[in-house]
């Protein structure tokens, strides 16, 4: 049996070997213990919430008012010009409606 992945993307950690069979746990060292947080790829990619909305302009000081929007939809797309950051109200319409914008329409700061 191969060795499995955590869903972070690590190899899980071993278990136990009994009788030459090898027992995994479902996640690696460092998720058991914690020590990685999650984080969402265009954050690991370096790309920084700014605190206006890309889309209406919207300002807050709160992060959390925010969110990062892709462009064309794939997650895994992180590069910068694929990345926008929206307002919350602006996240719910985007969704509704569907993206309008084009990647390059707006000019990465
Ligand atoms: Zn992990
Ligand atoms: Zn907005």
Request: net charge positive; aromatic share 10%.
């Amino acid at each position: 049996m191969r060795r499995p992945l955590c869903n972070c993307g690590n190899p899980v950690a071993i278990n136990y070997i009994k009788h030459d069979k090898t027992y995994y746990r479902k996640q690696c060292d460092s998720c058991l213990r914690g020590v990685i947080k999650k984080q969402p790829r265009w954050k690991t990619s370096g790309y920084k919430k700014k605190h206006i909305c890309d889309r209406c302009g919207y300002t807050s000081e709160y992060d959390m008012q925010f969110n990062v929007y892709h462009l064309d939809g794939n997650r895994n797309n992180c590069s910068f010009n694929n990345l926008k950051t929206v307002c919350a109200n602006c996240q719910r319409v985007l969704h509704l409606v569907g993206m309008k914008w084009k990647q390059g329409d707006l000019v990465p700061d």
